[in-house]
């Protein structure tokens, strides 16, 4: 009872400071998710990003150097993943391979805005003067996930032959007739060791490719616009 007998000047003042409090509370950005990136010590010259199947890979050993990094993330959907690319700018690597999708498509987001979230990855990467590899989001066992998958990887295709950026078809040498091949997979969607060699097989052609030599410190590139897309201001909400 004592607050209401300090005046109705006092009552407005007070009233306008909580109303603020509340708005600037309202207004913050989320904070980010803690960077669960598996990175070596030293420098990074290769990040593979993605999810859980990105996750089960042991790069480090499977490609034979410690320059590497794996920032795949048990269920990130795409959009998740785009709020995470910060955790491989700080790494500053030669060569970023990106594989997304299979969370959003299980969950129902619509192929249009997958793209355009793994869309946003590329050209984040490029004005960094981080070479983007965009692999093809693997088929399941699962049919009808496979034929919103075979879409995306159609737009994602034809995206990569237009702006010129490097994509490695995994599905060739994994699935058959639009289904991931039993001998790779546990579960379905998850791969057994062996897939992981495939996967190998892949990366390392285009790491020669690139001629991706074990980590030098390299200085952080200037933002420079790249030729071709311009990048994508605005940042996608996490989701999922």
């Known amino acids: ?55 089960g890979g042991r790069w480090s050993e499977l490609l034979g150097r410690e320059d590497v990094s794996n920032h795949g993330v048990v269920g990130n959907s795409s959009a998740q993943i785009v709020n995470r690319m910060e955790d491989v700018y700080r790494h500053n690597p030669r060569i970023c391979f990106i594989m997304a999708g299979v969370n959003d498509i299980a969950g129902g987001v619509p192929v249009e805005e997958v793209f355009t979230n793994i869309r946003l990855m590329v050209q984040g990467l490029r004005v960094r003067q981080i070479i983007p590899v965009l692999q093809s989001t693997l088929y399941t066992r699962i049919p009808r996930y496979n034929r919103r998958i075979e879409k995306l990887n159609g737009m994602l295709a034809a995206y990569s032959r237009e702006f010129k950026v490097d994509f490695v078809d995994l599905n060739a040498s994994l699935s058959h007739d639009r289904l991931l091949e039993r001998m790779y997979t546990f579960d379905g969607i998850h791969l057994r060791p062996t897939a992981y060699e495939q996967w190998r097989r892949e990366l390392q052609r285009t ?23 311009a990048p994508g201001m605005a940042r996608v909400p996490a989701g999922g």
Do not use: K, Q, W
């Not at 420098?43 to 990105?54: E, R």
């Not at 790491?207 to 897309?229: D, I, K, Q, W």
């Open 1 to 55: 009872m004592a607050f209401l007998r300090l005046g109705g000047g006092c009552v407005a003042t007070c009233f306008a400071i909580a109303l603020l409090f509340l708005h600037g509370h309202a207004a913050a950005a989320p904070p980010r998710a803690p960077d669960l990136s598996l990175a070596p010590p030293g420098p990074v010259s290769i990040a593979m990003m993605g999810d859980s199947i990105t996750r």
């Open 207 to 229: 790491l020669n490719r690139h001629n991706v030599r074990t980590a030098e410190v390299r200085s952080e590139a200037p933002f420079e616009m790249p030729s071709g897309e």
